[in-house]
């Protein structure tokens, strides 16, 4: 089977011009410079993961929200913020926010995982569903966030109030962390890997 790279064509990173390697080691359209793949897709992609991982821990003990309320302070994780919710009768902004915050991000890092594993051993199984599931992983990148949105539209909020006083906790920070690692993790991957097991 012919493909671009064995054509000796390669596609720009940066404007998507097809250009022929030989010829080009940058493109004639914008300038950048040609890969046939990312470099240090599989090393930098590990890299960023591993990284998320290791935050994740910490995003979900440490309190994602501290309020102040008639001198009385409550700390709230993740996990506590949706039991609070949904004992407080928002199901629906609960239910919401345990989807963004928990199922999301690690079901990201499990995808990555699988697709940097399946890279990795040069798996040529379920080719088309790996590649279904890397425009999956990136087309939930941006929801992931939802978590630390609803915070700062709470803060911002409740500022009104003299009453009570909410700011965002360490947790927070960490969970932004590992949002924004999980998505250059993502952008680090290159999806034309998981094609070069069924080349071989």
């Not at 102040?68 to 926010?97: C, K, P, Y």
């Amino acid at each position: 089977m012919t493909t671009a790279l064995r054509a000796g064509l390669c596609g720009c990173h940066a404007c998507g011009l097809v250009s022929t390697l030989a010829e080009h080691s940058h493109c004639p359209r914008c300038g950048a410079r040609l890969h046939a793949r990312k470099p240090d897709s599989l090393v930098r992609c590990w890299a960023l993961l591993l990284a998320a991982c290791v935050l994740y821990v910490p995003a979900n003990l440490l309190p994602i929200m501290e309020t102040t309320s008639f001198g009385a302070s409550e700390r709230n994780t993740i996990l506590s913020g949706v039991v609070a919710l949904w004992t407080g009768g928002s199901q629906d902004l609960a239910l919401i926010v345990f989807i963004a915050s928990v199922v999301v991000p690690i079901g990201k890092l499990l995808s990555l995982v699988v697709l940097l594993l399946g890279v990795q051993f040069r798996s040529g199984r379920n080719l088309l569903q790996r590649a279904r599931l890397y425009r999956l992983v990136e087309l939930v990148g941006k929801w992931s966030m939802l978590d630390v949105y609803v915070v700062a539209l709470l803060a911002a909020l409740v500022r009104f109030d003299a009453l009570m006083d909410v700011r965002a906790g360490t947790g927070a920070l960490a969970f932004g962390a590992v949002v924004v690692l999980t998505m250059l993790a993502a952008q680090a991957f290159d999806p034309r890997l998981i094609w070069d097991a069924s080349n071989e």
